[in-house]
């Protein structure tokens, strides 16, 4: 069996198909079970990497014998690639921290690791697929595993922020499928690439409906304001672990669909100021809104979502150099996030509330994890030797390239307004009175570790950016050349 | 007034959509230009019969050509089954008792339950066995077989389906979906590959492994739609 892209749908499926069965055996096998996966899945993507890289040309896999417009195809290119393995990698990391991760031990612990392992799945389907109503249907699971995820701890709150995730992301499967729908109706192919061949015949009229309804069935998983309302709650109460997980994963698999369908699917002008437009005002309010925030996490999630209005701003320059600071940034905010979940994570279960102020002096307590939490959070305010500096400077340069002056001087006032609000934390845990409460909870090995393994990413990718740009570089080329896209899936077996 | 603004934004939304929709002329024969082939659906019309030796050209698509996707909705149903019960799981305390349904239903709904009850069961089960020749297929039959369990359920108030045996019909059902896949990787071909002989059209035995697929199907969504209901009607779950 030659290594193939579709071993990233199939293997977690069997897998977790047998959990439910592997349970009976021994319990400790279900929680086993996804990392093996996983990590077979990371060597996966290195196999899959160094062959697109040598190559230069994209993998792209048929299914069930059936060629690109007749049947589904999966679209392994330098610039998916560069994202699958992103996702695999993070979720592997996040794995290991919610390996015996003690909350969630207490509960049934075979759902929780199937629905982690189908939320993978899901959001790796939705960037891996040539397919658009098969990214409608990964889109589906990611979104389904989401919302039981979100109100995994059942309690009233949980519940109420699931309910309000599932009210949202129901309203934007249906305005997706009408989507779809109608271009298919128009084009009469679900094929991506044909789809784009062909949306030139498509009456502008037409197109606009079925972008807009696209926009706004997508701009709900990407967290594009005013479509954002589920995800400060669903953050904030999901187990922390999963908080990480729509971080690192989900939110790019929506900013992905996003940038697919506007990209290459349709050739609107006026897209791109609209993503940017999109994009500031995402940014502004986000961050203010989380400058307000007294509870951690859900500061973080705000800060999540402003980060998102970031990325789109920088899509929607649409220059070669935006486009690779936009996947500079996804890169960077997936570790980042995740570190600053991870360790916020643990100063939240330590603490006698939920609420900043309750951090008062934890970094003193946990010196350690105070550490991690501070370098997350000077690499996500873009300060210099991080990672987060290169992605703000790079777009901050292809801004003023295209002399978008108010926009550079937009993105560096809501800069400041980050260095408040997360500094803010910073100085509660190390300058703040603290309170008498004994140490209770100390993380995990498995959280240590995949902790300090972001930290040194960060600082790695900081000090050598050299490593990881050279894939960026080509994920942003391929990205934006979408004759080849199409030609390359169309030609298989022609 | 934020009433208004709603209204008028509904309204708008709402003739915009249903502009877009009046141009397209549904529910027109479109069968004119069928050998033109300019969609994917034409190409599946004229070529299902020949390639693939299925009556049911829509068994064909969905099992076949976007097997995948089918992949994928099977397994949207075993999400939203598995995250109803992480939601609604409960450790029962000491001391408590199940809610109980107090009255008996009528001895009309218990002996009419009784007497169609094996008759809706060979029904789902035909309709999924025969997915690639008659109309319906796994969905179709397995939501069939789990109304029969549905019926019983509110026949007998202490109906019980051992959840045991559901998840093993479910896990087994599973797995033979993704091994079919498998093995069409393994024999050197595509993921979900027919990798069977198709047969000769309108036999049972026909269409490699489309029956195949869809007999699991047709186990999964029973087994998991029935699990819903005994979750929904039970509200403990096992340890």
Redo the contacts between chains.
């Keep these: 069996?030659v290594i193939?892209p579709?071993h990233y749908?199939?293997l977690p499926?069997?897998a977790?198909?047998?959990m439910?069965?592997l349970a009976k055996v021994n319990r400790e096998l279900v929680r086993i079970i996804p990392g093996v996966v996983l990590t077979y899945l990371l060597f996966v993507s290195v196999v899959l990497m160094q062959r697109v890289t040598e190559t230069g040309q994209p993998i792209i896999?048929?299914?069930?014998?059936?060629q690109a417009?007749?049947?589904?195809n999966l679209v392994f290119s330098q610039f998916t690639g560069f994202l699958v393995s992103l996702m695999v990698f993070m979720a592997t990391l996040i794995w290991i921290f919610s390996y015996r991760f003690k909350k969630v031990d207490n509960?049934?612990a075979l759902?929780?690791y199937?629905?982690f392992m189908?939320l993978v799945?899901g959001s790796v389907?939705v960037v891996l697929t040539g397919d658009i109503?098969?990214m409608f249907?990964?889109m589906?699971?990611t979104a389904?595993?989401s919302?039981?995820?979100t109100?995994?701890y059942?309690d009233r709150d949980g519940?109420e922020a699931?309910f309000k995730y599932l009210l949202i992301g129901s309203l934007a499967s249906t305005f997706m499928l009408?989507a779809i729908l109608?271009l298919y109706?128009q084009v009469?192919?679900?094929?991506m690439a044909m789809i784009a061949e062909r949306m030139h015949t498509v009456?502008v009229?037409?197109k606009v409906?079925i972008l807009i309804l696209f926009l706004t069935g997508l701009g709900i998983e990407a967290e594009m304001f005013p479509l954002n309302g589920w995800a400060p709650d669903a953050y904030s109460q999901a187990p922390s672990p999963v908080g990480a997980t729509f971080a690192a994963l989900v939110v790019k698999a929506g900013v992905y669909s996003l940038i697919r369908v506007i990209f290459t699917l349709f050739d609107i002008q006026g897209a791109y100021q609209y993503l940017i437009i999109m994009g500031i005002i995402t940014l502004i309010i986000a961050e203010f809104a989380a400058m307000k925030q007294t509870n951690l996490k859900r500061m973080l999630a705000y800060s999540s979502i402003g980060q998102m209005g970031f990325v789109l701003i920088a899509f929607g320059i649409g220059t070669k150099e935006a486009v690779f600071g936009a996947l500079f940034l996804m890169f960077n905010h997936a570790i980042i996030k995740s570190l600053l979940f991870m360790s916020g994570s643990f100063f939240v279960y330590n603490s006698t509330s939920k609420d900043i102020k309750g951090l008062s002096g934890i970094g003193k307590k946990f010196p350690y994890m105070g550490f991690l939490f501070s370098i997350g959070a000077f690499a996500i305010v873009g300060l210099p030797p991080f990672s987060g500096f290169w992605s703000k400077l790079y777009i901050l340069i292809a801004a003023a390239d295209e002399s978008m002056l108010a926009l550079v001087a937009i993105i560096l006032l809501v800069s400041i307004v980050e260095i408040v609000y997360y500094f803010r934390v910073v100085a509660k845990l190390y300058f703040g009175k603290p309170t008498d409460k004994e140490v209770v909870h100390k993380p995990t090995f498995g959280g240590y570790f995949s902790m300090t393994v972001l930290a040194v990413v960060i600082l790695l990718v900081g000090f050598y950016p050299d490593i990881i740009t050279g894939f960026i570089h080509r994920a942003a080329d391929t990205l934006l050349d979408k004759g080849a896209y199409i030609s390359n899936v169309l030609s298989v077996g022609h | 007034m934020k009433r208004a603004f709603i209204l008028l934004l509904l309204v708008v939304v709402g003739w915009v959509l249903a502009d877009t929709f009046s141009q397209i002329n549904f529910g027109e024969s479109r069968m004119g230009d069928i050998k033109q082939q300019e969609t994917v659906g034409a190409y599946y019309l004229n070529n299902t019969v020949e390639k693939l030796s299925v009556a049911n050209v829509v068994t064909a698509i969905v099992v076949n050509y976007r097997g995948f996707d089918t992949l994928g909705e099977v397994t949207v149903l075993f999400l939203a089954a598995s995250g109803l019960a992480s939601i609604l799981y409960r450790r029962k305390k000491r001391g408590e008792h199940d809610v109980m349904i107090l009255k008996n239903s009528s001895q009309l709904l218990q002996t009419g339950a009784k007497l169609i009850f094996p008759a809706i069961l060979v029904l789902g089960a035909y309709v999924f066995i025969h997915g690639h020749l008659t109309p319906g297929g796994g969905f179709q039959g397995g939501a069939i077989i789990a109304s029969g369990f549905l019926l019983m359920f509110m026949a007998y108030k202490d109906y019980h389906v051992s959840h045991n045996v559901l998840t093993w019909v479910e896990s087994v059902a599973g797995i033979l979906f993704v091994s079919v896949g498998i093995w069409g990787l393994i024999s050197g071909a595509t993921f979900l590959e027919n990798v069977l002989g198709t047969g000769t059209l309108n036999d049972l035995i026909s269409g490699g492994v489309i029956p195949l697929i869809y007999i699991a199907v047709g186990f999964k969504v029973a087994a998991e739609l029935t699990g819903v209901l005994e979750t929904l009607l039970n509200f403990k779950t096992e340890k």
Excluded: Q
């Excluded at chain 1, 417009?69 to 589904?72: D, L, R, S, T």
């Excluded at chain 1, 009469?188 to 094929?191: E, K, R």
């Design positions: 069996m193939s579709v749908i199939a499926l069997l977790a198909f047998l439910p069965l896999e048929t299914l069930a014998g059936w417009p007749w049947g589904i509960e049934p759902k929780y199937i629905l189908m799945t389907g109503f098969n249907v990964f589906e699971i389904i595993a919302y039981s995820l109100s995994f059942r519940a699931g009408l109608l109706t009469g192919t679900l094929n009456p009229g037409m409906t």
